[in-house]
């Protein structure tokens, strides 16, 4: 069983930056691929940015060039950078491991983007 626990949500003005943060449990993080994925209110849950054991990364296009994630193996931790917030970025956040046919999700962190 992997745990994973997600921070660094809040509440930013549009054009701001927030960093999440996913941590995992467990020894074998290296071999996860790693995802965020959010949900706004009455909306379906959507991939943001996901990231293989290889480093290898892929955006949905709604992201690319504003969000950026990342790995740190050593830490067992997954970042996502957002900068150039848009309202429309507001949602709950949360963090996916994957290996093989096994997936794992963190209880998430709300992301507000308002002024």
């Known amino acids: 069983q992997v745990q994973l626990v997600e921070s660094g949500g809040g509440l930013v003005q549009p054009g701001g930056s927030l960093r999440l943060s996913c941590a995992a449990s467990?020894?074998?993080?290296?071999?996860?691929?790693m995802g965020w994925y959010r949900q706004a209110p009455g909306k379906q849950r959507e991939l943001v940015a996901a990231?293989?054991?290889?480093?290898?990364?892929n955006y949905a296009d709604f992201v690319k060039g504003r969000f950026t994630i990342s790995r740190d193996n050593a830490k067992n931790t997954v970042y996502l950078q957002m900068n150039s917030l848009k309202p429309e970025d507001t949602a709950a956040y949360s963090c996916n491991a994957r290996v093989g046919f096994t997936s794992y999700w963190g209880q998430g962190t709300q992301v507000t983007v308002s002024s």
């Open positions: 467990g020894t074998s993080f290296r071999l996860y691929v």
């Open positions: 990231i293989t054991s290889g480093g290898t990364t």
